[in-house]
């Protein structure tokens, strides 16, 4: 546990490039404990590649970036690996489900990993899909639409009961009212677990409700 009001994650100056074109510019970022921001921007500004270093998964880059006050640079494998299964939670725009699992199996494999406890994980597990409308029955992944796909992958990041949850254009493949009923959850499931939650969003709707819109925009964050 870190120092009282040192926030979730501090990153400071924080640049990244991909074969010689900096995409991430001295960019920073504080999340507070609890708090919901939208991260906007156009496609290719660099919001994935955002979450992906926040989230502890991409380490090359410049910058400090502390989560929950653990210096990321100064971790080893096995610590980072710990920090990814049960600090942060992550849902992937293109969501990489295993096809050939059910719902359930895909959500319980990060418990499994982390060695949590299989029963809790399971029943909230089930409450969770349940409460989205995800059928929890014997289907494989593969065959399921893209939108229960895209919910299956928000219970995933929400099992391991993160203290923040990054999702990518979480919502971007459902109608407006699965989308009210996913982020009605998240609010629920944040008021009693206290997790963050930063998003990738571009519904307006979700946009009101957030605390803090950020617009990446020249690799930097402004408020919007
Ligand atoms: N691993 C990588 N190798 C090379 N280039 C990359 C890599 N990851 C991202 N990029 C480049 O970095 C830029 C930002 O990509 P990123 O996926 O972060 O954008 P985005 O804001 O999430 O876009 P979108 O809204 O389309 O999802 C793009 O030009 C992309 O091609
Ligand atoms: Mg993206």
Same mark, same amino acid.
């Given at each position: 546990? !870190?120092? &009282?009001?040192?926030?979730? #994650?501090?990153?400071? !100056?924080?640049?990244?490039?991909?074969?010689?074109?900096q995409v991430l510019r001295n960019l920073d970022l504080h999340v507070q404990r609890g708090e919901f921001i939208s991260i906007v921007g156009r496609?290719?500004?660099?919001?994935?590649?955002?979450?992906?270093? #926040?989230?502890?998964?991409?380490?090359?880059?410049?910058?400090?970036?502390l989560i929950d006050g653990s210096d990321v640079e100064e971790l080893d494998r096995r610590q980072l690996a710990a920090l990814r299964r049960t600090?942060?939670?992550? #849902?992937?725009? &293109?969501?990489?489900?295993?096809?050939?699992?059910?719902?359930?199996? $895909?959500?319980?494999?990060?418990?499994?990993?982390? +060695?949590?406890?299989?029963?809790?994980?399971?029943?909230? =597990?089930? %409450?969770?899909? $349940?409460?989205? !409308?995800?059928?929890? *029955?014997?289907?494989?992944? !593969?065959?399921?639409?893209? +939108?229960? /796909?895209?919910?299956?992958?928000?219970? /995933?990041?929400?099992? $391991?009961?993160?203290?923040?949850?990054?999702? *990518?254009?979480?919502?971007?493949?459902?109608? *407006?009212?699965? %989308?009210?009923?996913?982020? $009605?959850?998240? &609010? %629920?499931? /944040?008021?009693?677990?206290?997790? =963050?939650?930063?998003?990738?969003?571009?519904?307006?709707?979700?946009?009101?409700?957030?605390?803090?819109?950020?617009?990446?925009?020249?690799?930097?964050?402004?408020?919007?």
């Open positions: 546990m !870190s120092p &009282d009001g040192e926030p979730m #994650v501090r990153a400071t !100056s924080i640049s990244r490039s991909f074969e010689g074109i496609s290719g500004a660099g919001k994935s590649t955002l979450l992906g270093i #926040v989230g502890a998964q991409d380490t090359a880059f410049r910058g400090k970036l600090t942060i939670g992550f #849902v992937f725009q &293109d969501f990489y489900l295993l096809p050939n699992l059910t719902a359930l199996e $895909n959500v319980l494999l990060p418990a499994v990993f982390a +060695g949590s406890d299989l029963e809790m994980a399971t029943a909230q =597990a089930r %409450e969770v899909l $349940n409460h989205l !409308s995800v059928r929890i *029955d014997d289907t494989m992944t !593969s065959v399921l639409s893209r +939108g229960e /796909r895209q919910r299956v992958a928000v219970a /995933r990041g929400l099992v $391991n009961r993160p203290q923040i949850l990054l999702a *990518d254009e979480p919502s971007a493949s459902l109608d *407006d009212q699965s %989308e009210k009923t996913l982020f $009605n959850l998240l &609010d %629920e499931l /944040r008021a009693e677990q206290g997790f =963050a939650l930063v998003a990738v969003v571009h519904s307006g709707r979700v946009l009101e409700r957030c605390d803090r819109v950020l617009e990446l925009r020249e690799g930097k964050l402004h408020e919007a």
